[in-house]
């Protein structure tokens, strides 16, 4: 056996053992949506890094692991942190968590939003309530070299006012780096007074250069079918369409099958996608 | 405002833009620019729906009364987009409030007006009731996919 394959062999192996990380902070964004901060709890030096739109699985010792999206800036050292939506056992559990808890980190996983490709174009982000947070570290990536960019649009649409994510940073974000951001909700009171609607109607109200346009699209999946359908509608040719899917995973390297999607599996082949190789399976019911 | 400046305004809102002439001059006859401060309502359920918008500048929030529970705010209605159609279907009458959210420049069609002329030239007739008919397939996609509540775990 040759270097690389003993190389392989030992990826096959330790991809499934855990670092130990303890929470430094919680963050409450909304009612049922929780960011936590983690630092490093064991003795492992190298300094933990990923790309955005990958992915971690987080094991709550005695309770299960979860696959998580992380959503902090992953040029900026000892920040890692996950934005999670309080649904399950493992997710509870992490809500619950306190400053100095341990828990395991296997990561990370997955095909990550295409940053550099998007480079010299105009960006269109579309985001569907939790969907937001596997995208914030693409817009942190995209303001680090902002001017190589040209327009950033983030379309934003969550459940209520209540239910939006990072709302002072939605702010900070429209007036520090040039981000036209347009939030929608389904459903208001009158105290809102900015837009009501799904995301897809947000399109009415931009304009878009299709050509040099690059989308990255993530939210519930009903949501992205309708959300591409106005993208294609508008011109954007499907090899500049990404999304970013979501299937319940187990291994998160492709072993356990846990997570197939047609002949893909979302762990290993994504969760972040060209359209083109999905585009076939995306609208059927039975995947 | 003269007729002339009118059709020009007409022949920018993405509803009527690229209409025939002949029918653009139709439309010219029956329309207004209107102007609303924010917090004004356009119109009120259950009055009599004698009119339409095309919306130009501003949006407007629409309001139902769900019982206890107070106005409900379902939808906005933005640049470039039309508020109601209940002027085209008898008994002609408003089902929703509409409310100014942002100051509110629109131009107002009046549907009995417009009524008279897509009866008499059914051409005309069918052209507006096309164009009215992707809107209401847009709202009703819309709506189907607030219903699925497709953020909700509640």
Same mark, same amino acid.
């Given at each position: 056996?040759?270097?690389?394959?003993?190389?392989?062999?030992?990826?096959?192996?330790?991809?499934?053992?855990?670092?130990?990380?303890?929470?430094? #902070?919680?963050?409450?964004?909304?009612?049922?949506?929780?960011?936590?901060?983690?630092?490093?709890?064991?003795?492992?030096?190298?300094?933990?890094?990923?790309?955005?739109?990958?992915?971690?699985?987080?094991?709550?010792?005695?309770?299960?692991?979860?696959?998580?999206?992380?959503?902090?800036?992953?040029?900026?050292?000892?920040?890692?942190?996950?934005?999670?939506?309080?649904?399950?056992?493992?997710?509870?559990?992490?809500?619950?968590?306190? *400053?100095?808890? !341990?828990?395991?980190?296997?990561?990370?996983?997955?095909?990550?939003?295409?940053?550099?490709?998007?480079?010299?174009?105009?960006?269109? /982000?579309?985001?569907?309530?939790?969907?937001?947070?596997?995208?914030?570290?693409?817009?942190?990536?995209?303001?680090?070299?902002? *001017?190589?960019?040209?327009?950033?649009?983030?379309?934003?649409?969550?459940?209520?006012?209540?239910?939006?994510?990072?709302?002072?940073?939605?702010?900070?974000?429209?007036?520090?780096?040039?981000?036209?951001?347009?939030?929608?909700?389904?459903?208001?009171?009158?105290?809102? #007074?900015?837009? /009501?609607?799904? !995301?897809?109607?947000?399109?009415?109200?931009?304009?878009?250069?299709? *050509?040099?346009?690059?989308?990255? !699209?993530?939210?519930?999946?009903?949501?992205?079918?309708?959300?591409?359908?106005?993208?294609?509608? *508008?011109?954007?040719?499907?090899?500049?369409?990404?999304?970013?899917?979501?299937?319940?995973?187990?291994?998160?390297?492709?072993?356990?099958?846990?997570?197939?999607?047609?002949?893909?599996?979302?762990? #290993?082949?994504?969760?972040?996608?060209?359209?083109?190789?999905?585009?076939?399976?995306?609208?059927? #019911?039975?995947? | 405002?003269?007729?002339?400046?009118?059709?020009?305004?007409?022949?920018?809102?993405?509803?009527?833009?690229?209409?025939?002439?002949?029918?653009?001059?139709?439309?010219?006859?029956?329309?207004?620019?209107?102007?609303?401060?924010?917090?004004?309502?356009?119109?009120?359920?259950?009055?009599?729906?004698?009119?339409?918008?095309?919306?130009?500048?501003?949006?407007?929030?629409?309001?139902?009364?769900?019982?206890?529970?107070?106005? $409900?705010?379902?939808?906005?209605?933005?640049?470039?987009?039309?508020?109601?159609?209940?002027?085209?279907?008898?008994?002609?009458?408003?089902?929703?409030?509409?409310?100014?959210?942002?100051?509110?420049?629109?131009?107002?069609?009046?549907?009995?007006?417009?009524?008279?002329?897509?009866?008499?030239?059914?051409?005309?007739?069918?052209?507006?009731?096309?164009?009215?008919?992707?809107?209401?397939?847009?709202?009703?996609?819309?709506? $189907?996919?607030?219903?699925?509540?497709?953020?909700?775990?509640?």
């Amino acid at each position: 056996m040759n270097q690389t394959a003993v190389g392989e062999v030992e990826k096959l192996v330790d991809p499934m053992l855990p670092q130990l990380m303890s929470i430094r #902070k919680t963050v409450w964004e909304t009612d049922d949506t929780f960011t936590i901060q983690l630092e490093k709890a064991d003795h492992y030096d190298a300094e933990f890094t990923f790309l955005p739109g990958q992915f971690n699985m987080l094991y709550v010792f005695g309770m299960g692991e979860s696959a998580l999206s992380i959503s902090s800036d992953p040029l900026k050292p000892g920040t890692l942190a996950h934005t999670i939506h309080r649904v399950g056992t493992v997710t509870t559990a992490l809500s619950q968590m306190k *400053r100095g808890d !341990v828990i395991g980190v296997r990561g990370p996983y997955g095909t990550n939003w295409p940053i550099e490709k998007a480079n010299g174009l105009d960006v269109c /982000i579309v985001a569907g309530g939790i969907g937001l947070a596997p995208l914030r570290p693409a817009l942190y990536s995209l303001f680090r070299r902002r *001017r190589d960019y040209g327009r950033i649009l983030l379309l934003y649409g969550a459940r209520s006012p209540l239910d939006l994510l990072y709302r002072v940073e939605l702010e900070q974000w429209s007036k520090l780096y040039d981000v036209e951001v347009l939030v929608t909700v389904d459903r208001s009171d009158s105290t809102w #007074k900015g837009y /009501i609607g799904v !995301v897809p109607s947000l399109f009415m109200y931009i304009k878009l250069d299709a *050509r040099a346009t690059i989308a990255m !699209v993530c939210g519930p999946e009903v949501m992205m079918q309708y959300t591409i359908a106005e993208i294609l509608r *508008r011109g954007i040719p499907p090899e500049q369409i990404y999304l970013s899917m979501e299937r319940n995973m187990n291994c998160a390297v492709g072993f356990c099958g846990h997570c197939q999607y047609g002949p893909k599996f979302i762990c #290993k082949d994504g969760p972040v996608f060209g359209y083109p190789h999905i585009s076939h399976l995306f609208e059927k #019911k039975e995947i | 405002m003269q007729k002339e400046d009118l059709t020009d305004v007409l022949r920018k809102h993405p509803f009527v833009g690229d209409l025939e002439k002949q029918y653009l001059q139709l439309l010219v006859g029956c329309a207004k620019n209107v102007h609303f401060q924010e917090g004004e309502y356009l119109c009120h359920e259950g009055e009599a729906a004698d009119s339409f918008f095309l919306i130009r500048t501003g949006r407007v929030a629409v309001e139902i009364h769900a019982g206890h529970k107070g106005k $409900r705010r379902i939808q906005t209605v933005g640049p470039g987009e039309v508020l109601g159609w209940s002027w085209l279907i008898s008994p002609y009458r408003w089902h929703f409030d509409g409310c100014a959210v942002a100051e509110v420049r629109a131009l107002t069609l009046d549907g009995k007006c417009l009524r008279t002329k897509c009866d008499k030239d059914h051409d005309f007739g069918y052209e507006m009731l096309k164009r009215l008919s992707h809107v209401f397939q847009s709202r009703m996609e819309a709506t $189907r996919l607030q219903l699925l509540d497709v953020y909700g775990t509640r």
